[in-house]
T-cell receptor
Framework: AQKITQTQPGMFVQEKEAVTLDCTYDTSDQSYGLFWYKQPSSGEMIFLIYQGSYDEQNATEGRYSLNFQKARKSANLVISASQLGDSAMYFCAMSPNTGFQKLVFGTGTRLLVSP | DADVTQTPRNRITKTGKRIMLECSQTKGHDRMYWYRQDPGLGLRLIYYSFDVKDINKGEISDGYSVSRQAQAKFSLSLESAIPNQTALYFC???????????FGPGTRLTVL
């Protein structure tokens, strides 16, 4: 079974600073995918970034980067130059790369960006 | 226009009632999913479907059923709603071979 752990219920950061949201995972699969989603107060789920377990380089998407440390089973999200609009819930998730996606989500981290 | 739509967006119902939540997508994806979100628990998979003829149970399928009427439509039914099914329900889609799942806007269901 797969499990995602997000130990930070809430995080605070000042505008323009960088912030790291922690995610650790547990799986016996050799091949898997790791995802981060953002959920603003309006409720929709917005895909941010994906990392495959065999990808050698950390994924980056604009201001988002995923710090993937396979041996430590961690997949932390780094947001650079935080903006007020980054205030939201952030969910880490994983899926087996077995040809379909059955996402398992963590409990989320609420990020608040202050001016 | 939204690629993944859910109806209704909000619903209040009573214990014992039958409820259907509908999801439609214009993305042409073959895979569709239903999740529920409870405070403090993240999202949990209820059912998923690879194509029209394929339905699979997820982590928490008890008390729910689904119907894949067409590639673009995937409905979730609560045959006899109970209060602990009060939650935010999300439909999602993905294309085979692709990593990203696209979520609908969610349906907030309250069972009294």
């Amino acid at each position: 079974a797969q499990k995602i752990t997000q130990t930070q219920p809430g995080m605070f950061v000042q505008e323009k600073e960088a912030v790291t949201l922690d995610c650790t995972y547990d799986t016996s699969d050799q091949s898997y995918g790791l995802f981060w989603y953002k959920q603003p107060s309006s409720g929709e789920m917005i895909f941010l970034i994906y990392q495959g377990s065999y990808d050698e380089q950390n994924a980056t998407e604009g201001r988002y980067s995923l710090n993937f440390q396979k041996a430590r089973k961690s997949a932390n999200l780094v947001i650079s130059a935080s903006q007020l609009g980054d205030s939201a819930m952030y969910f880490c998730a994983m899926s087996p790369n077995t040809g379909f996606q059955k996402l398992v989500f963590g409990t989320g981290t609420r990020l608040l960006v202050s001016p | 226009d939204a690629d993944v739509t859910q109806t209704p967006r909000n619903r209040i119902t009573k214990t014992g009632k039958r409820i259907m939540l509908e999801c439609s997508q214009t993305k042409g994806h073959d895979r569709m999913y239903w999740y529920r979100q409870d405070p403090g628990l993240g999202l949990r998979l209820i059912y998923y479907s690879f194509d029209v003829k394929d339905i699979n149970k997820g982590e928490i399928s008890d008390g729910y059923s689904v119907s894949r009427q067409a590639q673009a439509k995937f409905s979730l039914s609560l045959e006899s709603a109970i209060p602990n099914q009060t939650a935010l329900y999300f439909c999602a889609t993905s294309a085979s071979g692709k990593n990203e799942q696209f979520f609908g806007p969610g349906t907030r269901l309250t069972v009294l």
